[in-house]
């Protein structure tokens, strides 16, 4: 998420060369996993564990980590972008895929639709959950 | 040759594909690298540089005069160029114009600037350090970068995947024997063991849990794009990979969490 530039790109649009800008698409947020004190214990749980399930569990709680740090970061980006850039926002999920291919363009595809049928219905962003396909 | 070596014994260019791969984080973390070597050559360095004629005439304040004294030899053909613009509706002829009567000193030379440009580009002296990261689209456009840097001569001395995935402790650890439902509750009964009392709702390890083995398919997929631009590339040139930190690394102490992947074992503290 780009976003000095990105609010850059809109004001250049909007004020240089007046083009009509509808809709701001925030793509690849994360929303976060477990709550962060529970994440923690899990991490001090993990030590206690013998061998290789020590592994196990802290890598279970690293990933939880980096995904509520990711999550803390886009919230921050999308706050700054929502502030500099009055424009209805819709937002589109990290996707998680081996490859990235027709069956993670066609889950984006569907994600858009409903996104914008709820913004023309008036009803707010749609809650999404990672499918995990 | 390892990484560290490449940037040791080398000018160093920083070539990276598009936007968010991170090539001003592995800049930085490079040149602070760098400075932390006792690199000490460089104030003298930048001496030289403000030594050269060029620079010297922009610091000189008389030289706003001699400027001056070139646009009066010039306005013959700003006044065609302001006639034209008038013609054409074109205003950004004269601007042109002024830019490199201003300018003139700097595009003096300038084919044999270029070409000297090209020389330090293509010596033994310098080395191209590709920064990517694993995605398909990216790797697809380093790929494509680094072909046409070799078509062109240029020396790829190394590639740094950067925001990667693939420092899995799973990874050859009885979950890879396991069915995906299998190794779901495997890793929830661990997850369980670990939290302990007070238990949790199986939602809660139903969240940590899927949340792994997301990341742990996108890691498995960034692997085998490594694997398969590594091997392209050849034996001959090193890559390393620096994990994706959950935070920004807009600081000294965040570079510095960079160096051990980007260098090998202790980073820049191997050296003392």
Same mark, same amino acid.
């Given at each position: 998420?780009?976003?000095?530039?990105?609010?850059?790109?809109?004001?250049?649009?909007?004020?240089?060369?007046?083009?009509?800008?509808?809709?701001?698409? *925030?793509?690849?947020?994360?929303?976060?996993?477990?709550?962060?004190?529970?994440?923690?214990?899990?991490?001090?749980?993990?030590?206690?564990?013998?061998?290789?399930?020590?592994?196990?569990?802290?890598?279970?709680?690293?990933?939880?980590?980096?995904?509520?740090?990711?999550?803390?970061?886009?919230?921050?980006?999308?706050?700054?972008?929502?502030?500099?850039?009055?424009?209805?926002?819709?937002?589109?999920?990290?996707?998680?895929?081996?490859?990235?291919?027709?069956?993670?363009?066609?889950?984006?595809?569907?994600?858009?639709? *409903?996104?914008?049928?709820?913004?023309?219905?008036?009803?707010?962003?749609?809650?999404?959950?990672?499918?995990?396909? | 040759?390892?990484?560290?070596?490449?940037?040791?014994?080398?000018?160093?260019? *920083?070539?990276?594909?598009?936007?968010?791969?991170?090539?001003?984080?592995?800049?930085?973390?490079?040149?602070?690298? $760098?400075?932390?070597?006792?690199?000490?050559?460089?104030?003298?360095?930048?001496?030289?540089?403000?030594?050269?004629?060029?620079?010297?005439?922009?610091?000189?304040?008389?030289?706003?005069?001699?400027?001056?004294?070139?646009?009066?030899?010039?306005?013959?053909?700003?006044?065609?160029?302001?006639?034209?613009?008038?013609?054409?509706?074109?205003?950004?002829?004269?601007?042109?114009?002024?830019?490199? &009567?201003?300018?003139?000193?700097?595009?003096?030379?300038?084919?044999?600037?270029?070409?000297?440009?090209?020389?330090?580009?293509?010596?033994?002296?310098?080395?191209?350090?590709?920064?990517?990261?694993?995605?398909?689209?990216?790797?697809?456009?380093?790929?494509?970068?680094?072909?046409?840097?070799?078509?062109?001569?240029?020396?790829?001395?190394?590639?740094?995947?950067?925001? &990667?995935?693939?420092?899995?402790?799973?990874?050859?650890?009885?979950?890879?024997?396991?069915?995906?439902?299998? $190794?779901?509750?495997?890793?929830?009964?661990?997850?369980?063991?670990?939290?302990?009392?007070?238990?949790?709702?199986?939602?809660?390890?139903?969240?940590?849990?899927?949340?792994?083995?997301?990341?742990?398919?996108?890691?498995? $997929?960034?692997?085998?794009?490594?694997?398969?631009?590594?091997?392209?590339?050849?034996?001959?040139?090193?890559?390393?990979?620096?994990?994706?930190?959950?935070?920004?690394?807009?600081?000294?102490?965040?570079?510095?969490?960079?160096?051990?992947?980007?260098?090998?074992?202790?980073?820049?503290?191997?050296?003392?």
């Amino acid at each position: 998420m780009p976003v000095t530039e990105t609010i850059e790109t809109y004001t250049s649009l909007i004020q240089t060369l007046g083009l009509p800008v509808g809709m701001l698409v *925030v793509n690849r947020f994360h929303p976060g996993t477990a709550d962060t004190d529970l994440v923690e214990r899990l991490r001090r749980g993990a030590g206690e564990l013998p061998g290789i399930e020590a592994l196990v569990a802290d890598e279970v709680a690293r990933r939880a980590a980096e995904e509520n740090g990711w999550a803390a970061i886009n919230r921050d980006q999308l706050e700054r972008l929502r502030a500099a850039v009055p424009l209805p926002t819709l937002v589109l999920p990290a996707i998680f895929a081996e490859e990235f291919g027709a069956q993670e363009v066609a889950r984006l595809s569907w994600l858009l639709e *409903v996104e914008c049928a709820a913004g023309r219905e008036g009803r707010g962003r749609v809650q999404y959950e990672e499918a995990g396909t | 040759m390892s990484l560290r070596e490449v940037i040791a014994r080398h000018r160093v260019v *920083v070539c990276v594909g598009s936007g968010g791969v991170g090539k001003t984080t592995a800049a930085a973390a490079i040149g602070l690298w $760098g400075a932390r070597q006792d690199f000490l050559e460089a104030p003298r360095r930048l001496d030289d540089f403000l030594d050269r004629r060029i620079i010297r005439w922009f610091v000189r304040p008389y030289l706003s005069a001699t400027w001056s004294g070139m646009r009066v030899l010039n306005r013959t053909v700003n006044f065609v160029l302001r006639r034209l613009e008038e013609a054409t509706g074109v205003s950004a002829l004269l601007s042109i114009s002024e830019f490199f &009567t201003a300018m003139g000193g700097l595009f003096d030379g300038f084919h044999a600037r270029v070409e000297r440009a090209y020389e330090i580009l293509l010596g033994a002296e310098t080395a191209f350090v590709l920064v990517t990261c694993p995605d398909e689209q990216v790797l697809g456009e380093a790929g494509y970068l680094s072909g046409k840097m070799a078509a062109l001569g240029m020396p790829l001395k190394g590639v740094i995947f950067n925001r &990667t995935h693939t420092d899995s402790a799973l990874d050859g650890s009885a979950l890879d024997g396991q069915t995906a439902e299998g $190794g779901r509750e495997l890793l929830g009964r661990i997850v369980e063991r670990a939290l302990g009392d007070p238990g949790v709702s199986p939602s809660d390890v139903r969240a940590l849990v899927e949340n792994c083995l997301r990341y742990r398919r996108l890691g498995h $997929g960034e692997a085998r794009r490594m694997a398969a631009f590594a091997r392209a590339l050849g034996s001959v040139v090193p890559t390393v990979r620096v994990p994706n930190f959950p935070h920004d690394l807009h600081d000294v102490a965040g570079l510095l969490e960079t160096h051990p992947h980007l260098f090998g074992e202790g980073g820049d503290g191997a050296r003392g």
